[in-house]
């Protein structure tokens, strides 16, 4: 079982940065593709973004794409979603997840990740 655990939610207000991070002690990290996901009240979770492996494939949806980065630092088993010019509409709740990498490819795909955190709550004020 892969624990994952988010931290780095917050109030902001709109045009501020947050930076999400996700650790793991998973020491098979690096054979996991990682993604984010957040879930805005009364609606379904929805994809943000998500990181490969070795790092060298990246995707985001297209709401937040130009404004958010992931990354992952595999040494510290650690995925990062850098979130700058936030708007109202990016207050959800942020899941990180894991897909186990082996013969598989990243996803956008809520169904296809294999573990969950318990998620960090963002809300931007306008």
């Known amino acids: 079982q892969v624990q994952l655990v988010e931290t780095g939610g917050g109030l902001v207000q709109a045009g501020d940065s947050l930076r999400l991070s996700c650790a793991t002690s998973?020491?098979?990290?690096?054979?996991?593709?990682m993604g984010w996901f957040r879930q805005a009240p009364g609606k379904e979770r929805e994809f943000v973004a998500a990181i490969s492996r070795s790092s060298g494939t990246t995707y985001y949806a297209d709401s937040v794409k130009g404004r958010f980065t992931i990354s992952r630092d595999i040494p510290k088993n650690t995925v990062y979603l850098q979130m700058n010019s936030l708007r109202p509409e990016d207050t959800a709740v942020y899941y990180c997840?894991?897909?186990?990498?082996?013969?598989?490819?990243?996803?956008?795909?809520?169904?296809?990740?294999?573990?969950w955190g318990q998620g960090t709550q963002v809300t931007v004020s306008s």
């Open positions: 998973e020491r098979t990290f690096s054979m996991y593709h």
């Open positions: 997840a894991a897909r186990l990498g082996i013969m598989r490819g990243i996803s956008s795909t809520r169904g296809d990740y294999d573990y």
